[in-house]
Nanobody, 116 residues
Framework: QVQLVESGGGLVQPGGSLRLSCAASGFFFNNYAMRWYRQAPGKERELVARIFSLSGNTNYADSVKGRFTISRVNAKNTVYLQMNSLKPEDTATYYC?????????WGQGTQVTVSS
């Protein structure tokens, strides 16, 4: 079965960095776009970044452009989110996502807290 397991969250001071990882299994990772979403308390889940399968092209939410970088290593079935210059408003639970045959699959999420 499809599994997505996020890791790498934590508490960081404003201006700091974190790298999130999402280990995927149960499907042919190379063939599918991967996404990172986040959800802050009381807010809707929002798309943060996306990376396509074959081209490796990426898209970012305006709020994270220039600060976050999504990447993938197909040989490791893993997608990453490098987050730099973190701000308090980046505080959220971050989720890994893929869509296979119109079905959304989600990881359990990893908490990122940006606070001094």
């Amino acid at each position: 079965q499809v599994q997505l397991v996020e890791s790498g969250g934590g508490l960081v001071q404003p201006g700091g960095s974190l790298r999130l990882s999402c280990a995927a299994s149960g499907f042919f990772f190379n063939n599918y776009a991967m996404r990172w979403y986040r959800q802050a308390p009381g807010k809707e889940r929002e798309l943060v970044a996306r990376i396509f399968s074959l081209s490796g092209n990426t898209n970012y939410a305006d709020s994270v452009k220039g600060r976050f970088t999504i990447s993938r290593v197909n040989a490791k079935n893993t997608v990453y989110l490098q987050m730099n210059s973190l701000k308090p408003e980046d505080t959220a639970t971050y989720y890994c996502n893929t869509v296979i045959q119109s079905i959304d699959y989600w990881g359990q999420g990893t908490q990122v807290t940006v606070s001094s």
